[in-house]
């Protein structure tokens, strides 16, 4: 069964710093990749997936996540953060073609919760 | 727009009842899946389905049980509730077919005193 680790779960930055949140996987198959926001109070959205491709992808709200096989590191990455970034960030992972004809269930990390302090 | 709808959002129960917490989604998905969400322990996968009639156990499904009598609906049950159940419950679907990408739902608090 595959796992996924967050490093921090807890992290506090300024406005306009620049954030990475490291994401580790172990799998030995192909899977597909996913980060997640859950801004207080809501659900769960997509920032970004990867499935295969270009290592490197771009999500919304200028949220990036590079794919490193060798490492199985999905670390996201954005440049300056703002105030409204603040938010728990979940990393996941699940099997590719899964049984059933699709994927399996999605499988989390523990979480990050970001503090962007204004 | 498609969605995918979950009730109640809270609800408040007492140990030993039953207790069914329904999701909704107009996506036409085949995949549905129940997650469970703790502090300290992000979501876990509780039960999923592949389509009608389909269902599987993820890691954490003792105590749980859902039925998929059709498309949209995948309902979950928790058969005897217990405070350890305590939790915020989202449902999410996908479409399998061309996508393994989950949409999820508003999510249900719940309490078990």
């Known amino acids: 069964a595959q796992s996924v680790s967050q490093h921090n779960h807890h992290v506090i930055l300024s406005e306009a710093a620049s954030l990475e949140l490291g994401c580790n996987y172990s799998y030995g198959g192909t899977v597909n990749l996913f980060w997640y926001v859950q801004y207080p109070g809501q659900h769960l959205q997509l920032l970004l997936k990867y499935f295969s491709g270009d290592p490197l992808v771009k999500g919304i709200k200028g949220f990036e996540a590079e794919f490193i096989k060798s490492k199985f590191s999905f670390n996201l990455r954005k440049p300056s953060v703002q105030w409204s970034d603040t938010a728990e960030y979940f990393c996941?992972?699940?099997?590719?073609?899964?049984?059933?004809?699709?994927?399996?269930?999605?499988?989390f990390g523990k979480g990050t919760h970001l503090i962007i302090q204004p | 727009d498609a969605e995918i709808t979950q009730s109640p959002r809270h609800k408040i129960t007492e140990t030993g009842r039953q207790v069914t917490l329904a999701c909704h989604q107009t996506?036409?998905?085949?995949?549905m899946f129940w997650y469970r969400q703790d502090l300290g322990h992000g979501l876990r996968l509780i039960h999923y389905?592949?389509?009608?009639?389909?269902?599987n156990k993820g890691e954490v499904s003792d105590g749980y049980s859902v039925s998929r009598s059709n498309t949209e609906d995948l309902p979950l049950t928790l058969e005897s509730a217990a405070s350890s159940q305590t939790s915020v419950y989202f449902c999410?679907?996908?479409?399998?077919?061309?996508?393994?990408?989950?949409?999820f739902g508003p999510g249900t608090r719940l309490t078990v005193t």
């Open positions: 389905s592949y389509g009608v009639q389909d269902t």
């Open positions: 996506w036409n998905h085949n995949n």
């Open positions: 999410a679907s996908s479409d399998g077919r061309t996508s393994d990408e989950q949409y």
């Open positions: 996941a992972v699940n099997v590719r073609g899964g049984s059933g004809g699709g994927a399996d269930g999605l499988t």
